[in-house]
């Protein structure tokens, strides 16, 4: 694939569709504040507005730095502006992300019946399966018998010096009680479900973003695109996962014999419409909450901790 290649598949495309997509995308992140309001319930209830303001802009720090640190912003916030402690937000969010992984990885098993896979998408499925369930159990566990993992932090803290170990004892409980969720089960199954509908809409955006390339994508090549190149992006790597998103989109798509340069065309443009809309949309808050960017890039976590 040349980068003249490329470039013509690019200029072909009716870029027209995006508007409709974008829309799709927005209803998916209101699903996404709904999900929240139950998986946050048990420490502190919030308005539908409040939780897509905050998970907006939580979108534009991912999108923009690397490591994943939106997450953490967001569990700042929630913090400093509702009161929360910044560790059980951050638990919950674990807790959110994980049901998330199980839903992509559900929809790449199912997808996956009908299609041949390449070696580089059975890689992916596999060891994001293995993640994630191994996750998802771990805090179950930590739910269920909490002693257990507070007696081995007890151990680790033996070896701190001064408070550091009291400290570490706190943020200990306060984490799991992000994970309690999982205590509240009519809380759980609000959450788990409404993760359905959130994946579905994603997929029905990037099925068309596809019409604009006049790609007549097959529904389970749609879930699989979704699947994979989310749960690609799922380590924290690069700003807004770019890289490795593009690749796995591209290596799906071209499993219908669409042509490379087709296929990475689709794969940018898909990327660009997921990161720039709710990047602009998180900015948009920001100002509305007064906050300036660099105090979320250089929040200390460690403060009001409870």
Known sequence: MSLSDLQHALGEAQ???LVPAILIYFISLGFRAIRCHFLLRHLKPLSFSTLFGLLSIGYMVNNISPLRLGDFARSYLLGER???????????????RTLDGIVLVLFMAVAGISLSLTPFLTQLGYWAAIAFISVLLAMVVIVLFPRYMLRFVGWFIKFLPGNLGKKMHELALLIIDGFNVFRRPKLLAASVLLSVPIWLCEAWMYYVVGLGFQLQLSLEIVIMITAASNLAVSIPSSQGGVGPFEFFAAQ??????VAPELAAAYALVLHITLLLPVTLLGIFYLGRYKLALRELLTMDLRQKAD
Not at 82 to 96: F, H, P, Q, T
Request: proline fraction near 0%.
């Open 15 to 17: 870029y027209g569709y």
């Open 252 to 257: 799906t798509v071209m499993l219908t014999d």
């Open 82 to 96: 509702e009161d929360i402690s910044k560790a059980s937000a951050l638990g919950n969010i674990a807790v959110e």
